[in-house]
């Protein structure tokens, strides 16, 4: 059955590594074809996948949505010109296909912008047994719903005792927001020198998730990042890499 897992969290905690290095994971454990969705407009998941995307599904939508008021696109012509554009915009690379969402704001209707991402990710996704959503900070995509259901939702936090408050809000909005998933993973990332922070503890106890992960800061991921250089690159016994991979393990159980 096809599982998606979706990761979000606070800025700049390492969502996009972790999207990407979760990706990398499950094209080495050959659990293939994996579709990875770029769904923060800011967000680069093909660099962190060292491949390149050029149009997005919004990108597509907003040239649709032009020629359609010039007359130029109507009707079934439209539906046929919207999905040959959209499957075009997939990047195919080994192991796994790339699409990024873009931003579904522009002028018109916002509700079908997000019904257009909603039905392409999932037209899409029934040809993968994995799907991967790298998100923007916080709950707003998922807020959108523009996937239908999430078998796997990844939170992510910094160590710092805020970092950890954060991660535990976020938490308890999703609560509140009815954000429908099937299990909850936490991880904590770029923990100093491998130490657990105190505060960790007392989030696993608030928190009922079903995975809890402490990655360390790894000199290797900066670099590659600082080079512009996907994770492929990444060796599997490193520890980041080595403990994400540990984590698939788990999950795929
Ligand atoms: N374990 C780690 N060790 C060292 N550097 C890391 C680690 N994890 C992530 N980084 C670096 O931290 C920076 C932020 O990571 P990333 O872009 O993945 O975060 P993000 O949560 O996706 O950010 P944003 O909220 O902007 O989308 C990147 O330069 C990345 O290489
Ligand atoms: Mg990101």
């Given at each position: 059955?096809?599982?998606?897992?979706?990761?979000?969290?606070?800025?700049?905690?390492?969502?996009?590594?972790?999207?990407?290095?979760?990706?990398?994971?499950?094209?080495?454990?050959?659990?293939?074809?994996?579709?990875?969705?770029?769904?923060?407009?800011?967000?680069?998941?093909?660099?962190?996948?060292?491949?390149?995307?050029?149009?997005?599904?919004?990108?597509?939508?907003?040239?649709?949505?032009?020629?359609?008021?010039?007359?130029?696109?109507?009707?079934?012509?439209?539906?046929?010109?919207?999905g040959?554009?959209i499957?075009?915009?997939?990047?195919?690379?080994?192991?796994?296909?790339?699409?990024?969402?873009?931003?579904?704001?522009?002028?018109?209707?916002?509700?079908?912008?997000?019904?257009?991402?909603r039905d392409v990710l999932a037209r899409l996704a029934v040809n993968?047994?994995?799907?991967?959503?790298?998100?923007?900070?916080?709950?707003?995509?998922?807020?959108?719903?523009?996937?239908?259901?999430?078998?796997?939702?990844?939170?992510?936090?910094?160590?710092?005792?805020?970092?950890?408050?954060?991660?535990?809000?976020?938490?308890?909005?999703?609560?509140?927001?009815?954000?429908?998933?099937?299990?909850?993973?936490?991880?904590?990332?770029?923990?100093?020198?491998?130490?657990?922070?105190?505060?960790?503890?007392?989030?696993?106890?608030?928190?009922?998730?079903?995975?809890?992960?402490?990655?360390?800061?790894?000199?290797?991921?900066?670099?590659?990042?600082?080079?512009?250089?996907?994770?492929?690159?990444?060796?599997?016994?490193?520890?980041?890499?080595?403990?994400?991979?540990?984590?698939?393990?788990?999950?795929?159980?």
């Amino acid at each position: 059955m096809a599982c998606t897992i979706a990761i979000t969290g606070k800025g700049g905690t390492g969502k996009t590594t972790i999207a990407g290095l979760i990706v990398t994971g499950l094209v080495a454990a050959g659990r293939t074809p994996v579709l990875a969705v770029d769904a923060d407009p800011n967000s680069c998941l093909d660099e962190v996948l060292g491949v390149s995307a050029r149009a997005t599904v919004g990108s597509v939508r907003e040239e649709a949505r032009e020629r359609s008021s010039s007359g130029a696109l109507s009707g079934m012509a439209r539906t046929e010109w919207l999905g040959l554009r959209i499957a075009e915009s997939l990047v195919e690379a080994e192991g796994f296909d790339l699409i990024a969402m873009g931003r579904p704001e522009g002028p018109g209707c916002y509700c079908y912008a997000n019904n257009v991402l909603r039905d392409v990710l999932a037209r899409l996704a029934v040809n993968y047994p994995f799907t991967v959503i790298d998100n923007e900070a916080g709950l707003e995509n998922l807020s959108r719903r523009i996937v239908r259901s999430v078998d796997l939702l990844v939170l992510t936090g910094d160590p710092s005792r805020r970092g950890l408050e954060t991660v535990r809000r976020l938490y308890d909005l999703a609560v509140e927001m009815k954000i429908s998933y099937k299990k909850l993973a936490i991880i904590i990332n770029r923990l100093r020198n491998d130490a657990v922070p105190p505060d960790f503890n007392i989030l696993r106890a608030a928190v009922p998730a079903d995975y809890f992960l402490a990655l360390p800061e790894n000199a290797d991921v900066a670099a590659l990042a600082e080079r512009g250089e996907g994770m492929a690159a990444l060796p599997r016994a490193n520890p980041v890499a080595a403990m994400m991979d540990g984590f698939i393990t788990d999950v795929l159980a």
